[in-house]
């Protein structure tokens, strides 16, 4: 774990993503060969090469099933799509392109900074382990052609890239001052001061008198939480905050939190309650 092999003082691997263990060393130097170019770009990440020019997507980059969507994606909001372990689904990227070009035009949010690929990871399914944020890869992963060869629910997805979302706005954009009022406001009982983000982890106990619920997931972490309300906030931003959603729809969840009998787990995703949509709106915006 000590070696540096361009001799820049950055060690080149760590077992750390965020504040997870990983299951697999991650690069802890982006650019492991020091030539200047960061290793997901470099095709021999261990070897000097040339630096590709600006907008030029390397050949050992370019997706199997889905060139022409992650083109666009890339040339638009300079997110890059990676094969990984499965090959993106044209329709994953073309459903992710809309909602950045929607949430743009209504002026919802600021793509976080933190965000700069998505890749298409085999372990990913649409009903138990539907995505993740992996902060120190900087990245989102979800399922791929293995999962979406045809979308068959178009809602479901988009709630799935949604929370992913929100968990790379939460670490972006959202500072500690904010995330006491918003945990006050929603009604999660977490401390403040310099423990705070510490006890971001711990599950909601209470009941659910004051609107914490946004959905059975929700009561997970107040990361959960947010990335949920997060959800909700671009999808259902332009239903009047009390309204009910009358049909349930599947949240997301994760592959421990899968039923032992098989199927999906169904459950609410609510429109915000109307103090916790002010605070969603004067902080990311909307013509709401």
Same mark, same amino acid.
């Given at each position: 774990?000590?070696?540096?092999?361009?001799?820049?003082?950055?060690?080149?691997?760590?077992?750390?993503?965020?504040?997870?263990?990983?299951?697999?060393?991650?690069?802890? #130097?982006? #650019?492991?060969?020091g030539d200047g170019v960061e290793n997901?770009?470099?095709?021999?990440?261990?070897?000097?090469?040339?630096?590709?020019?600006?907008?030029?997507?390397?050949?050992?980059?370019?997706?199997?099933?889905?060139?022409?969507?992650?083109?666009?994606?890339?040339?638009?909001?300079?997110?890059?799509?990676?094969?990984?372990?499965?090959?993106?689904?044209?329709?994953? +990227?073309?459903?992710?392109?809309?909602?950045?070009?929607? !949430?743009?035009?209504?002026?919802? %949010?600021?793509? *976080?900074?933190?965000?700069?690929?998505?890749? !298409?990871?085999?372990?990913?399914?649409?009903?138990?382990?539907?995505?993740?944020?992996?902060?120190?890869?900087e990245a989102i992963?979800?399922?791929?052609?293995?999962?979406?060869?045809?979308?068959?629910?178009?809602?479901?997805?988009?709630?799935?890239?949604?929370?992913?979302?929100?968990?790379?706005?939460?670490?972006?954009?959202?500072?500690?001052?904010?995330?006491?009022? +918003?945990?006050?406001?929603?009604?999660?009982? +977490?401390?403040?001061?310099?423990?705070?983000?510490? @006890?971001?982890?711990?599950?909601?106990?209470?009941?659910?008198?004051?609107?914490?619920?946004?959905?059975?997931?929700?009561?997970?972490?107040?990361?959960?939480?947010?990335?949920? @309300?997060?959800?909700?906030?671009?999808?259902?931003?332009?239903?009047?905050?009390?309204?009910?959603?009358?049909? *349930?729809?599947?949240?997301?969840?994760?592959?421990?939190?899968?039923?032992?009998?098989?199927?999906?787990?169904?459950?609410?995703?609510?429109?915000?309650?109307?103090?916790?949509?002010?605070? %969603?709106?004067?902080?990311?915006?909307? *013509?709401?």
């Amino acid at each position: 774990m000590s070696a540096d092999a361009d001799g820049d003082g950055v060690r080149d691997w760590t077992i750390f993503d965020g504040d997870r263990v990983a299951d697999a060393l991650i690069p802890a #130097d982006d #650019d492991l060969d020091g030539d200047g170019v960061e290793n997901i770009w470099d095709e021999r990440p261990l070897v000097r090469s040339r630096k590709p020019r600006a907008n030029e997507l390397p050949a050992h980059l370019i997706s199997k099933r889905a060139k022409a969507a992650q083109r666009s994606l890339y040339e638009k909001f300079q997110i890059l799509a990676i094969d990984h372990t499965d090959m993106h689904a044209p329709k994953v +990227l073309e459903e992710l392109t809309s909602i950045l070009e929607d !949430a743009r035009a209504r002026g919802v %949010f600021r793509r *976080p900074g933190n965000w700069k690929y998505l890749y !298409a990871f085999a372990g990913h399914d649409d009903r138990h382990n539907q995505g993740a944020f992996h902060p120190r890869l900087e990245a989102i992963s979800v399922g791929g052609e293995l999962t979406y060869s045809d979308v068959k629910d178009r809602r479901r997805l988009r709630e799935t890239l949604l929370h992913e979302i929100g968990h790379a706005v939460f670490f972006d954009q959202m500072r500690d001052d904010e995330i006491e009022g +918003l945990n006050r406001l929603a009604g999660w009982p +977490l401390g403040e001061g310099p423990r705070l983000r510490d @006890s971001l982890m711990k599950p909601f106990k209470g009941a659910d008198t004051d609107g914490a619920v946004i959905s059975k997931y929700s009561r997970r972490n107040f990361h959960e939480w947010f990335a949920e @309300s997060f959800a909700s906030y671009v999808l259902m931003g332009v239903r009047p905050p009390r309204a009910k959603v009358r049909r *349930p729809v599947l949240v997301h969840a994760h592959a421990d939190e899968a039923p032992a009998s098989g199927g999906g787990r169904r459950d609410f995703l609510r429109p915000l309650r109307d103090p916790v949509f002010a605070w %969603f709106k004067q902080k990311f915006g909307g *013509p709401f």
